[in-house]
C-alpha cells in the first residue's frame, strides 16, 4: 500500500525520512522495508499551495495519507485542503497512541 508521509522534525516519520534502518517502537524492532520520498523545503503551513499543486500531479491518490506536524490545527487545515481540492478519502492525522497499520 503506498502512502505519503508529511513528517516534522523531531518524530519517528522524520528519523524514517532521513534514513534510519529500522525502528524501536514500544521497545519492539521494526525493520524499515519501504521506498520513501521526501519534499525538502516546503511545510503546510508556509507552502500549502506548492504542496498542494505537487500533489495534484499523482496519477492516482495513496490509499492513505497521513499529515504529522507539530500543531494539530495546522494538520487538519491541511488535511481538510487535501480533501477538498484534491478529493483524497483516506487522508488523516495520527494522534498519540493510535496504531496505524503499515
Given at each position: 500500500?503506498?502512502?505519503?508521509?508529511?513528517?516534522?522534525?523531531?518524530?519517528?516519520?522524520?528519523?524514517?525520512?532521513?534514513?534510519?534502518?529500522?525502528?524501536?517502537?514500544?521497545?519492539?524492532?521494526?525493520?524499515?522495508?519501504?521506498?520513501?520520498?521526501?519534499?525538502?523545503?516546503?511545510?503546510?503551513?508556509?507552502?500549502?499551495?506548492?504542496?498542494?499543486?505537487?500533489?495534484?500531479?499523482?496519477?492516482?491518490?495513496?490509499?492513505?495519507?497521513?499529515?504529522?506536524?507539530?500543531?494539530?490545527?495546522?494538520?487538519?487545515?491541511?488535511?481538510?485542503?487535501?480533501?477538498?481540492?484534491?478529493?483524497?478519502?483516506?487522508?488523516?492525522?495520527?494522534t498519540l497512541r493510535r496504531s496505524v497499520?503499515?
Open positions: 500500500m503506498k502512502q505519503t508521509f508529511l513528517s516534522a522534525a523531531g518524530t519517528l516519520g522524520r528519523r524514517i525520512v532521513d534514513g534510519a534502518r529500522g525502528v524501536r517502537i514500544f521497545g519492539i524492532p521494526v525493520p524499515i522495508r519501504a521506498d520513501l520520498y521526501t519534499i525538502n523545503g516546503l511545510s503546510a503551513p508556509a507552502e500549502q499551495k506548492a504542496l498542494l499543486a505537487w500533489m495534484s500531479h499523482f496519477r492516482k491518490p495513496p490509499a492513505r495519507t497521513s499529515i504529522v506536524h507539530d500543531k494539530g490545527s495546522v494538520s487538519a487545515v491541511f488535511a481538510d485542503a487535501i480533501r477538498d481540492r484534491l478529493g483524497w478519502k483516506g487522508v488523516e492525522i495520527p497499520i503499515l
